[in-house]
């Protein structure tokens, strides 16, 4: 081989390395960018999910209230139940996303309520945030009293306040994009 040849062919194969690293190295980029984007994306929809789910059990359009008193934490059953759902997502910041809001009562073992105020289907479980708050609930007819949510308030721990007006329920607050 001449020296030229040799020349030529060393150029060549270090030519081909640098491209194959600067490629490997521009994968490697993108790659980050896009777990970035991801975790981005998942911030904004976990902050949106907690604050549908306070602006839902803090409104007054929906919490159960004895007499003067609203109850945070607390939802009125059957007011949210005749709330439409687009006008539920529209009020809480979802409607770009699925969202289902469901109620487990946990005075009796935490069956799940059928009364689900929005209920999306949701399947995708890696782009799922999933929100659990314990929440008092009530019905609009008989109110709850006083003495109701003294006997909630002075119940053991280990029980759950449960009465005919006014019981403890966990609300798991699901959003999907």
Excluded: H, W
């Excluded at 609203?70 to 007011?79: C, F, P, R, V």
């Amino acid at each position: 081989m001449n020296k030229g040849q040799m020349f030529s062919i060393d150029f060549l194969i270090a030519t081909v390395i640098v491209i194959m690293a600067f490629g490997l190295l521009t994968a490697a980029a993108e790659i980050n960018f896009y777990n970035k984007k991801q975790t981005q994306l998942y911030e904004v929809m976990k902050q949106k999910t907690q604050s549908a789910a306070i602006a839902l059990v803090n409104s007054p359009d929906y919490d159960c209230n004895i007499r003067e008193l609203e109850l945070a934490y607390s939802i009125d059953l059957n007011k949210a139940s005749k709330i439409s759902e687009s006008d539920f997502k529209n009020r809480l910041g979802l409607k770009d996303y699925n969202a289902n809001i469901s109620f487990r009562d946990l005075a009796n073992g935490g069956t799940l309520l059928s009364q689900k105020i929005i209920n999306d289907s949701i399947t995708d479980s890696n782009n799922v945030v999933s929100i659990d708050l314990n929440i008092a609930g009530c019905v609009t007819f008989p109110r709850p009293t006083y003495s109701d949510l003294n006997n909630c308030i002075r119940t053991t721990q280990g029980n759950f306040c449960s009465s005919s007006t006014l019981k403890i329920y966990t609300m798991t607050v699901k959003v999907a994009k």
